[in-house]
């Protein structure tokens, strides 16, 4: 794949159990959809796909992620949880912490979450995280897909996303990094959280979460279907919990809030 060292990456994840196999492409349409059609061909959990660029790659609530040829990481990862339907909402948090730890390690601690899983610093977006789960032969399928900026500069986004997003390159002051670099620190946080979360340990991922993500606690928002409340955390299947003056609601990860501003 054109300037990346698959060689390099293949090195550097060999001895991590959740990844079983890596599938490079020039590009796709999406990983996702590449991914999920792997799964339809029984592909293992724990197969990654990468490609070069994406020419109609996606975000959440159907909003389109800009993915330039060489210069992002577009990466979906294929699981098959075993877990009970009402946790499988702890995997896009999961991923999300994975993906701002992993983040933050190459440019530092101003990179921050904003529910559920879009990453930001100083406002503007870096990276973002898809979960989509269906149903196979054989299970449940659930494939993240993750989309990070990693080598733009400020013109190499459209005039539209300028102000709006930003790369572990202008994070790093103009020093690019090797997307392998990126894809292996990413992979590697991916396996521990994973393995954190299905060894039972929810509330450490969970507790990064909120860390990792200031306005999960204690910010005004708007929800989605009217009405606004106090942001309390996280409930044990990954919903966020919000207090109104109702009761607690909880908004998941499909779903959106809007902050109010003081």
Known sequence: MSGFDAPRLAAAVGNL???????????AGSTNDEARRLAGAQAPEGTVVIAGRQLAGRGRLGRSWDSPDMLGLYLSLLLRP?????????????GAVAVCTA?????????????PNDVLASGAKLAGVLCEMRQGASGTELV???????????????????TAATSLRILRGGRAVPREV??????????????????????????????????????RVRLTAG????????????????????????VHASESVALIED
């Open 182 to 219: 990126v894809a292996a620190s990413l992979l590697s946080d991916l396996s521990e959280t994973i393995d954190r979360l299905r060894r039972g340990d929810w509330p450490e991922v969970s507790d990064r979460f909120l860390r990792y993500a200031p306005d999960a606690t204690g910010r």
């Open 17 to 27: 159990p959740l990844v079983r196999r890596v599938v490079f492409l020039e590009e």
């Open 227 to 250: 009405g606004d409340g106090l942001t309390r955390g996280l409930d044990p299947t990954g919903a966020l919990r919000v207090a109104t003056a109702t009761g607690i609601e909880l």
């Open 144 to 162: 993240l897909g993750i989309g990070i900026n990693c080598n733009q500069g400020p013109d190499d986004f459209p005039p539209e996303l300028r």
């Open 103 to 115: 983040c933050r390690k190459l440019a530092g601690e101003s990179v921050v979450l904003k529910w």
């Open 82 to 94: 075993e877990d009970p339907m009402e946790r499988i909402g702890r995997y896009p948090i999961a």
